[in-house]
């Protein structure tokens, strides 16, 4: 049983069967982490938040602490939930989770939080007149666990299987019944290309909600596919033999109120608005360093190839899945409702305050400078030739998790989103990580995205 959102207090979780309240932030390297409080704890708890140190924000995958000024082992934050999200685990027993603010010791947003540079760019967008609504659209590998301790697809089906229906459809149905528990609606299920791959979408909210949610999702998948004695990755090439896992990021324009969307325009071309064509434009721009935090581990690049329908280069066009963002046909019972846009160059190795906030300070820049999108391209980018795309504008994505750094620290609009602190330590943790992988081989890679996402 779900506690009502908002309203929690140890009593209901008590209702609901709970003894441990997890308290979740997701931290610079992409690992979601948390402490737990008890329930009779819970009261207090709520107030005061649970402390934490200073550190986390400086820890890479590999846990690995890395030298950046301040978070060090001196020095505490609390982790102060917010209790609209609270949410009982189906696949926990007797357990709920929150996710959390990361806040100083006199209850300011923390300058190093993730969450809270995600909502500064939803203030932002806000006082520029419009919210954004998004929703992750991710895939995932469900494996087995062989006894030398390597892991293998659950299956060989191919895409859209019936067969890969049935094999993963008991593990399948569970994930789906966990998430309807807490609240998240699934829009569709189906086998992708990869052996064992499943792509399960929900359906989009408010910013802070979609990420959030992305969060509980990958927490859900993770959790449920471990019950029936299966492993699921969101690692973006979990296989290097197989299809990626993507999490692409679906995003829409809506008025302050959230009722009238702000993106669609029936004369416009695609039926996207003035507006939409700004916000596009802005992210196509900063592409280059957005990857940064929306493709954000070595394992990312893998992905990124030409002809795999990823995206490798900063093209956009009308339902064209191998450009960087796609404008999605809408449907005819509200097509309003259902303009977006889609951004394929992301997964979910990323942490998605970071990867959403960031792709919500690209958009804005370009909104405030009213920037113009080029002409679509209605063909695989990757068939045109470099003087081709040269001649359009279309970039070729940095190849590698080190380059696309290098594209952040010189992107003046993303790095004064992020704010000093947060940038420094963040380059730091991912700097070191693609240090760190650079000195081993592909099976020590992927052994480690794997397991962490």
Not at 157 to 184: H, K, W
Not at 385 to 396: F, H, M, P
Not at 429 to 441: I, T
Request: charged share 20%; glycine share 10%.
């Amino acid at each position: 049983m779900a506690t009502p959102r908002g309203r929690v207090t140890p009593a209901t979780a008590r209702r609901a069967g709970v003894r441990l309240i997890r308290f979740l932030y997701t931290d610079n390297g992409g690992v979601t982490r948390g402490k737990a409080t008890h329930v009779e704890s819970l009261a207090s708890r709520i107030t005061d938040g649970i402390g934490l140190t200073v550190a986390m924000q400086a820890m890479n995958m590999l846990a690995q602490l890395q030298p950046v000024e301040g978070l060090g082992p001196v020095g505490e934050i609390r982790l102060k939930p917010d209790p609209r999200t609270f949410t009982v685990l189906p696949y926990a027993p007797h357990a709920a989770a929150m996710t959390t603010d990361m806040c100083t010791l006199d209850g300011a947003p923390w300058d190093v939080c993730p969450r809270s540079f995600l909502k500064r760019q939803i203030a932002a967008c806000a006082r520029a007149g419009f919210g954004v609504r998004a929703a992750f659209e991710c895939e995932f590998t469900l494996a087995i666990r062989r006894g030398d301790g390597t892991f293998a697809p659950l299956d060989e089906s191919l895409c859209f299987s019936t067969l890969g229906m049935t094999t993963a459809a008991p593990v399948m149905d569970e994930i789906v019944a966990a998430l309807e528990a807490q609240g998240i609606q699934v829009e569709q299920y189906y086998p992708e290309l990869g052996h064992g791959q499943q792509e399960l979408s929900i359906r989009h909210a408010a910013a802070l909600e979609a990420a959030d949610r992305q969060v509980l999702y990958r927490e859900t998948v993770r959790g449920v596919a471990y019950r029936h004695g299966l492993f699921a990755s969101l690692a973006p090439k979990p296989f290097l033999d197989q299809a990626g896992n993507g999490g692409h990021i679906h995003f829409s324009l809506w008025d302050s109120a959230g009722r009238r969307s702000l993106m669609h325009d029936p004369r416009g071309r695609y039926g996207v608005s003035a507006l939409g064509y700004h916000f596009i434009a802005g992210v196509l721009e900063h592409l280059p360093a957005l990857l940064a935090l929306t493709c954000p581990t070595v394992n990312s690049y893998r992905r990124l190839q030409p002809h795999f329908w990823s995206s490798a280069f900063t093209a956009w066009g009308p339902d064209n899945r191998e450009a960087a963002i796609r404008a999605p046909s809408t449907f005819p019972s509200d097509r309003a409702g259902s303009t977006n846009a889609e951004l394929k160059a992301s997964d979910a190795s990323s942490n998605p305050y970071l990867a959403l906030g960031g792709l919500l300070a690209a958009g804005l820049d370009g909104v405030t400078r009213a920037l113009k999108l080029g002409e679509p391209v209605l063909v695989d980018p990757g068939t045109l030739s470099d003087t081709e795309r040269a001649a359009r504008g279309i970039q070729r994505y940095p190849t590698t998790l080190g380059a696309a750094l290098d594209n952040l620290e010189k992107d003046r609009a993303l790095m004064g989103a992020l704010g000093a602190p947060l940038a420094r330590a963040y380059l730091a943790v991912k700097h070191s990580e693609a240090e760190a992988f650079a000195r081993e081989d592909a099976v020590f890679e992927t052994k480690h995205h794997f397991w962490k996402f």
